[in-house]
Structure formats: C-alpha cells, structure tokens
C-alpha cells in the first residue's frame, strides 16, 4: 500500500477563481489517478497523470478545465480552473503500486460558491 | 457501455445481524473488481480484489465472492463499527489503465 496525503483538505472558492490541490505519496509510483466524487454520484476518473509526459484525460475532461502536472514519481497536482458551482464535489487523488489495486488519499472537499 | 450498479442503497442492521450487500456488472471484459470501504471525509480505503467467477477473499468479519455477474460482500456479525459506505469498482480490458468504474456504493449502519 501507499501513504496519500492531499491538500489542502477542504475549501470554499468564489465562481471564476480556480484551485490547485496537492497530493502526495510516501513513495515512488508509476500511476498515479485524479477522481472526483460529486454527492451523490459514483467517483469518476477525470485524468491519468503520468510523469514526464502529459496527463490522459477521460472522456468530459478536459486540460483546459483540469491541467494537471506530475513533476516526479512521488508529488502530483490537479488545478481546477474557472470554477463554477458545479465543480463543488470532493476530488481525490490515486495510486497504483504496480497491481491492479489502487489506494485513495483523504480527499478535497471543494465547494464554489 | 461498463456499469456497476450496487444494492442496496442502505442498510441498517443490528449488531450481530448478518447480511450481505451485491455489486452486479455489466462490463465488455472483466479485468477485476474492487471492494473500498468509505468512511465519512475520508477517501475509499481498499478492502479486496477479486479477479476470476468462484474466488473468495476474507477479511476479519467480511468475506467477498465473485461470479460471472455480481459480487457480493458478505458481513457476518456486523459491529458498529463497520458502519461505513461500502464500494465496489471493476476495471475492463481495453478500457483507460487505471479507469476504475464504481458503482454508487451501499451506506451500511449498524447499530449496538
């Protein structure tokens, strides 16, 4: 398994303004995932970072709204941009340590207002 | 098109009152499915992976299986604090690597 951590946990954010949430990892992995989990709602894959190159993007997501970095094996940030009350959701971030498994950080609570 | 679809939405128990929750899917080629428990603020925290229709895995009071349309999680004398959202994911061949699919998950209370 892996240790996670995000920040910042939670936050509350104006329309228009964007946020950028950090996460990271105790140790180096290859995979690293963005989900977001609107109420209600199922997680969903919004992007795969991969390091050294750019992140894939899933179907409805898109890098102008979401840009993503992956700077090394270990720190991953996920920007969300032009916000609206419809990014109020809890984005979390995601690893796979070389199986099928992944393990979720805490999570952000993002809510826009 | 893959989905997950997870029953019941809530269950409440008493403490000691088996039962089980189902996860079925309906996905082009099963790679896996996942089992995350979720407690409140927090983020899923992995529980099994099952990969092949008969296999099993245990866990303290949970036990999970898995057939060629649906898992189920099975809780045998339930404690409160097994109180959590329990989710189930599948990952498919041929999809995005890493692409989990989740279903909405069943919010499990038990009481004492």
């Known amino acids: 398994s892996a240790v996670i951590s995000q920040k910042p946990s939670r936050d509350i954010c104006q329309r228009g303004t964007s946020l950028t949430i950090q996460c990271q990892v105790d140790s180096q992995v290859t995979m690293m995932f963005w989900y977001r989990q609107q109420p209600g709602q199922s997680l969903t894959l919004i992007a795969t970072?991969?390091?050294?190159?750019?992140?894939?993007?899933e179907s409805g997501f898109v890098i102008d709204k979401f840009p993503i970095s992956r700077p090394n094996l270990t720190f991953s940030t996920l920007t969300v941009s032009n916000m609206s009350p419809e990014d109020s959701s809890i984005y979390l971030c995601?690893?796979?340590?070389?199986?099928?498994?992944?393990?979720f950080g805490p999570g952000t609570r993002l809510t826009v207002t | 098109e893959d989905q997950v679809t997870q029953s019941p939405e809530a269950l409440r128990l008493q403490e000691g009152e088996s039962s089980s929750l189902n996860c079925s899917y309906t996905v082009s080629g099963l790679r896996g499915l996942f089992w995350y428990r979720q407690d409140p603020g927090k983020g899923p925290e992995f529980l099994f992976t099952?990969?092949?229709a008969g296999e099993e895995k245990e866990k303290e009071r949970l036990k999970a299986t898995l057939t060629k349309k649906e898992s189920f999680l099975h809780i045998t004398a339930p404690k409160p604090e097994d109180s959590a959202t329990y989710l189930c994911?599948?990952?498919?061949?041929?999809?995005?690597?890493?692409?989990?699919?989740f279903g909405k998950g069943t919010k499990l209370s038990v009481k004492p």
């Open positions: 099952l990969y092949s």
């Open positions: 995601s690893v796979s340590t070389g199986f099928d498994e992944q393990y």
């Open positions: 970072a991969n390091q050294g190159s750019e992140a894939t993007y």
């Open positions: 994911a599948v990952l498919v061949y041929g999809g995005s690597q890493g692409n989990l699919i």
